[in-house]
């Protein structure tokens, strides 16, 4: 027997927001890139799904001073043709790994961030960045810091009646990267990833692994112990012993596993590599 879906399209937040909390239940879709890989192996059989799909204000993006504020509905394309790759370089590298074309024209950065997977492109860059993220429901809205709101394998704390309306970050001050290993060059899930951003005005490093853990995680000794090293007239790390530390740091901060992706050893070793890579590119 063929499967009954009710599907809600609404054209407005306020309307969206009314149908979650007359239909607590309802599975909400961004760009679904996610979700429709699960409904057509069966995993996933919703009776409801609101669609967020025309829901133009979500899709809107500012800049506020030093803060970049970023609509739930940003599809990582509108990232890649726009002036946000120049205001977060780190954040349009890891929208160009996304998928394929058709893929980066329908994710969006909310959806990206409620699918909660460890190995989310963006979440990384996010995290260095210390992301807010900004939620509604009828009842309110409020603001909580990305590593609050992500707890686990596709896990968050949304509430059944709330949606991901926009995302804030700093504008970036100074140099960052985004880098990734997979199965193979393109198209692929990550097997590890890392995000590294310099801030110039505050002489902070961070530093932020992906797929590597059950969620994303910040490399707070290794941060500590390059931002003790880093040249700050000169932007870079000149010390080529301590290059190689950071990366050692950082691969003592994963908790891989052993899975059909990779083996731990090796996403271990892959998270030193790109570490190294992105501290000596600094300069």
């Known amino acids: 027997m063929p499967i009954r879906m009710k599907v809600f399209l609404p054209t ?10 007359a239909s607590p239940g309802a599975h909400v879709l961004a760009g679904g890139t996610d979700f429709m890989v699960e409904m057509n192996y069966g995993h996933r059989r919703p009776e409801r799904i609101l669609s967020l799909r025309f829901v133009d204000e979500l899709r809107a993006w500012s800049r506020e001073g030093a803060t970049l504020v970023l609509g739930a509905g940003v599809r990582f394309a509108d990232i890649l043709s726009s002036e946000i790759a120049t205001l977060s370089p780190a954040l349009a590298q890891a929208a160009r790994t996304v998928g394929s074309p058709q893929i ?8 990206n961030i409620a699918t909660a997977s460890p190995a989310g492109d963006t979440l990384p860059v996010l995290w260095a960045l210390e992301a807010m993220v900004n939620i509604r429901s009828e009842k309110g809205e409020r603001r909580i ?3 609050d709101l992500v707890t686990g394998v596709k896990r968050n704390e949304l ?5 991901i309306t926009s995302i804030s970050i700093p504008v970036a001050d100074g140099p960052q990267e985004f880098l990734k ?11 590890a990833s890392l995000a590294f951003a310099c801030n110039r005005s505050e002489r902070r490093i961070a530093c932020a692994l992906g797929a590597v853990g059950p969620t994303i995680i910040r490399c707070t000794d290794a941060e500590r ?29 994963t908790l891989a596993v052993d899975d059909h992706r990779s083996t731990a050893r090796y996403r271990r070793h892959a998270i030193s590599v790109m570490a190294y890579r992105a501290v000596a590119r600094m300069s």
């Open 12 to 21: 407005s937040l306020e309307d969206a927001l009314g149908i979650l909390r």
């Open 181 to 191: 290993v997979g199965r193979r060059n393109a198209m692929v899930i990550a097997a």
């Open 145 to 147: 810091a990305i590593r």
């Open 225 to 253: 112990f390059v931002g003790e090293r880093v040249d700050w007239e000169r932007l870079m790390v000149p010390s080529e012993r301590d290059r190689v530390k950071f990366g050692e740091l950082c691969s003592e901060a």
């Open 159 to 163: 509430a059944k009646d709330e949606l």
């Open 104 to 111: 980066r024209n329908t994710g969006t950065i909310g959806g």
